[in-house]
T-cell receptor, first 110, second 113 residues
C-alpha cells in the first residue's frame, strides 16, 4: 500500500521561511506532489517532483530525495494569505493513482 | 464557468436514503476521481476512472458506487447513506501522464442524519 506522514500543524510569522516535511512509503513510486487548500476551498496544485532535487516556483520550492523517501515544501517570505492546509501526495502503485497525506495546517501570524 | 463542476454543493439527507453526487468536467481529461475529506484524515480516494470503460476502487470504496456515463461525467452514489459518510466530497480530473496535476471541483458537503 501507500502511506505518507507530515506534521499536523506548523506556525510561522509573516516574512519568515517555513519547511513542511513529508515522508512516504509506496511501491512503484513515480513522484511527489504538493497541494494547497484554503479553508472551505478546493485543493489546488503547487508542485510535482519526479526526480531528486529542488524545484522552485516563485516563493515556493519543493524538494525530493527518492533514496530517503522524503520530500519537503519550502515557503519563503510568508504572507498571511499562505495560511492554509498543505498536502503532500504520492503517485505510485500499480495503477499510478494519487494518494494524499493527512495535511499540514500552516498558520501565519503577523 | 468552472472546469470541474459538482452538484449539489450541499446536501442533508437521512440514514438509509440513496444519494447521488454528480461531477462534470470541460477539461477533456480521461481520468476522473472521487475523494472524501474528513477533518484530520486528509483526502481519501473512493473510486477512480481512467477512461469511460474503466472503474477502479480506491482506499475506501465500501458503501459507495460510481458510474462513468461519459468522458465528461462521473457520478458517485451512496446506496444507503449512513452517518459516518458525512464528509466533504471532491471530484477531480487529470491528464494521463504520471504527475499530472489534479483539478478539483468545489466540493459537496454531505450530511447524513
Amino acid at each position: 500500500g501507500q502511506s505518507l506522514e507530515q506534521p499536523s500543524e506548523v506556525t510561522a510569522v509573516e516574512g519568515a521561511i517555513v519547511q513542511i516535511n513529508c515522508t512516504y512509503q509506496t511501491s512503484g513510486f513515480y513522484g511527489l506532489s504538493w497541494y494547497q487548500q484554503h479553508d472551505g476551498g478546493a485543493p489546488t496544485f503547487l508542485s510535482y517532483n519526479a526526480l531528486d532535487g529542488l524545484e522552485e516556483t516563485g516563493r515556493f520550492s519543493s524538494f525530493l530525495s527518492r533514496s530517503d523517501s522524503y520530500g519537503y515544501l519550502l515557503l519563503q517570505e510568508l504572507q498571511m494569505k499562505d495560511s492554509a492546509s498543505y498536502f503532500c501526495a504520492v503517485t505510485g502503485g500499480a495503477t499510478n493513482k494519487l494518494i494524499f497525506g493527512t495535511g499540514t495546517l500552516l498558520a501565519v501570524q503577523p | 464557468d468552472a472546469d470541474v463542476t459538482q452538484t449539489p454543493r450541499n446536501r442533508i439527507t437521512k440514514t438509509g436514503k440513496r444519494i447521488m453526487l454528480e461531477c462534470s468536467q470541460t477539461k477533456g481529461h480521461d481520468r476522473m476521481y472521487w475523494y472524501r475529506q474528513d477533518p484530520g484524515l486528509g483526502l481519501r480516494l473512493i473510486y477512480y476512472s481512467f477512461d469511460v470503460k474503466d472503474i477502479n476502487k480506491g482506499e475506501i470504496s465500501d458503501g459507495y458506487s460510481v458510474s462513468r456515463q461519459a468522458q465528461a461525467k462521473f457520478s458517485l452514489s451512496l446506496e444507503s447513506a449512513i452517518p459516518n459518510q458525512t464528509a466533504l466530497y471532491f471530484c477531480a480530473t487529470s491528464g494521463a501522464a504520471a504527475g499530472e496535476k489534479l483539478f478539483f471541483g468545489s466540493g459537496t458537503q454531505l450530511s447524513v442524519l
